[in-house]
């Protein structure tokens, strides 16, 4: 075990982020977060240092890094829609590919050499083989997973040159909320499935939209692969932890590799609420692959990662107390 790194985290006043930086800072490790808040709620950073910047400000990055003596980053702070990326792809390459190398420049600038990145199961594409392992080949068929690829590409070749250790994290379906209660996912606008599932259970929206019911699968509906994100957040801790132990850098899959139907989703959620959920199937979205589940046994061998909430009616249940407790998510109630 590691204790006490001082990291920098990009990115922790978003979804993710904030659960990654609980686990951290439960596992002893000093965190600083780095947040421009345009998704990321100032709210859901409670046991950090917050400075709001923006990584397109280089050197804002570079000072921080040196005058907190940070020893290694997360990177979570990005734009990840699917769809926005298609009509956006600009504004994917600027946040996501020419931020993120001012980041890695502020690193080497800085001299920080441990990187974990958040990337998506976005850069395999369309699967041509299931379950998903990390060798399944890259081709993404969005610019959201384009850019993020493009960063993984970037990483292999500053590890070559400058030394840059990193480990990539190509998440499946993050979902849930900390079991603790404090936090929880708030996206304006929402475009997941359990959130917006929950809130047609707590009366904010009349229905569940099923996007698409004649897919190849059992049900007609997509599968995917949904993690928690308290699991996925503790990835992160093991990743950081080994790369600060002495790993070699590294690709991992996240998910479970179980997958459920869109259906499965509603009707578990059905029982978790007590709820009746009415459905309002349209056609396909575009761009949504049938089945993405993922072959995440590289992680476990490797990294000893033991997802604990990954059920699909305890990731419901927890995000569920979350919407419940917080239906204006980290607004005041
Ligand atoms: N879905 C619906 N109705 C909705 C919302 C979603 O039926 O209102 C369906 C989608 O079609 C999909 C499934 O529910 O089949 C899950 O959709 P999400 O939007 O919750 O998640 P995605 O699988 O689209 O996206 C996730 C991550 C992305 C990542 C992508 C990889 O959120 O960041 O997986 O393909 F890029």
Redesign the pocket.
């Known amino acids: 075990m590691i204790y006490g790194l001082r990291i920098l985290v990009t990115g922790g006043a978003g979804y993710i982020g904030c659960h990654a930086v609980k686990e951290l800072v439960k596992a002893g490790h000093r965190v600083t977060v780095l947040d421009n808040l345009s998704k990321g709620h100032r709210a859901a950073v409670k046991d950090a240092n917050f400075v709001q910047a923006d990584l397109a400000r280089k050197k804002i990055v570079t000072e921080l890094l040196q005058a907190e003596q940070i020893e290694a980053v997360m990177h979570f702070a990005a734009s990840?829609?699917?769809g926005e990326s298609m009509q956006h792809p600009a504004a994917y390459y600027q946040n996501n590919v020419v931020n993120g190398l001012n980041l890695l420049e502020a690193m080497r600038e800085a001299g920080v050499t441990y990187l974990v990145f958040s990337s998506?199961?976005?850069v395999y594409g369309e699967p041509i083989a299931t379950p998903i392992t990390e060798d399944h080949p890259t081709l993404p068929t969005?610019p959201?997973?384009a850019t993020k690829l493009a960063v993984e590409e970037a990483l292999a070749w500053y590890y070559r040159a400058y030394g840059l250790k990193y480990i990539s994290l190509r998440?499946?379906?993050?979902?849930g909320a900390d079991p603790d209660g404090d936090l929880g996912e708030d996206h304006d606008p929402e475009?997941?499935?359990?959130p917006?599932v929950l809130k047609v259970a707590l009366g904010q929206l009349p229905a569940?939209?099923?996007?698409?019911s004649d897919y190849p699968t059992p049900d007609g509906?997509?599968?995917?692969d949904y993690i928690h994100v308290t699991d996925l957040a503790g990835a992160h801790v093991l990743a950081i932890e080994a790369l600060a132990g002495g790993s070699e850098p590294a690709i991992y899959n996240l998910g479970n590799g179980s997958g459920y139907s869109?259906l499965e989703?509603i009707r578990t959620a059905e029982k978790v609420t007590g709820r009746v959920l009415p459905l309002n199937t349209t056609g396909?979205?575009p761009g949504?692959?049938a089945v993405?589940v993922a072959g995440p046994e590289k992680i476990r061998r490797e990294l000893g990662w033991e997802p604990r909430y990954s059920d699909l009616p305890t990731i419901i249940e927890t995000a569920w107390r979350w919407h419940r407790n917080h239906p204006r998510g980290f607004a005041e109630k």
Do not use: Q
């Open positions: 990840s829609l699917v998506t199961a976005a969005n959201y997973g998440y499946f379906n993050a979902a475009t997941h499935l359990i917006l569940v939209k099923v996007f698409g509906t997509c599968i995917r869109v989703v396909r979205r949504d692959p993405l």
